[in-house]
């Protein structure tokens, strides 16, 4: 019975030590995961910023294929390509950091754009005003999945920011109303 008595002690010994080294491992790869998701974070804010650049020029080359009447049909999706190609060829080169779906949806966003001015009006207002709600969804998108979202309302929270005026109280109203 003494031999178990004394064998008590390094078996808890022994046990604390094993229990100490998996604990250890643990935290530091916890840590390096921590330090990874802050670079990892930069990285993919950049690219989606860029890629809000490539859009916004997509946007004006769209805009200009929609009101410019003076555009043959082989010009208008000549102009189309030339916004979609670079935004699809950016989605390659950094889909280590931009979300798969996302970048298609990006890269399909502007296509079909080159034949709204061949529709009949009614139907042409209709569809210039969804491929305007898919442009500000895709903004949506693209800063829920780039993390400014979830930092935003973080940072409102902190702050508790009072932002107001008549043009923002207006802005507010007029989002109520196309949401209804």
């Known amino acids: 019975m003494n031999i178990w008595l004394a064998l008590v002690p390094s078996l808890?010994?022994?046990?604390g030590v094993v229990a100490g080294i998996?604990?250890?491992e643990f935290v530091r790869r916890r840590q390096r995961a921590e330090q990874f998701a802050s670079t990892i974070f930069a990285r993919r804010l950049d690219a989606y910023e860029a890629l809000l650049q490539l859009l916004d020029e997509g946007g004006e080359i769209a805009d200009r294929v929609v009101v410019d009447e003076s555009l043959s049909a082989p010009a208008r999706k000549e102009l189309i390509g030339s916004a979609i190609l670079p935004i699809a060829k950016f989605?390659?080169?950094n889909r280590l950091f931009i979300d798969e779906e996302l970048g298609?949806?990006?890269t399909a966003l502007f296509m079909g754009v080159e034949d709204l001015q061949?529709?009949?009006?009614s139907?042409?207002?209709a569809e210039i005003s969804a491929h305007q709600h898919g442009r500000r969804d895709?903004?949506?998108m693209?800063?829920?999945?780039?993390?400014v979202a979830r930092i935003d309302k973080l940072f409102r929270s902190i702050n508790r920011p009072r932002i107001t005026s008549p043009v923002i109280e207006r802005i507010r109203e007029l989002r109520r109303e196309r949401g209804k």
């Open 12 to 15: 808890i010994g022994l046990i």
């Open 22 to 24: 998996l604990l250890s």
């Open 91 to 93: 989605c390659d080169r």
């Open 104 to 106: 298609a949806h990006c």
């Open 118 to 121: 061949s529709l009949p009006a």
């Open 123 to 125: 139907e042409r207002e």
């Open 138 to 140: 895709t903004l949506r």
């Open 142 to 147: 693209i800063r829920e999945d780039s993390g």
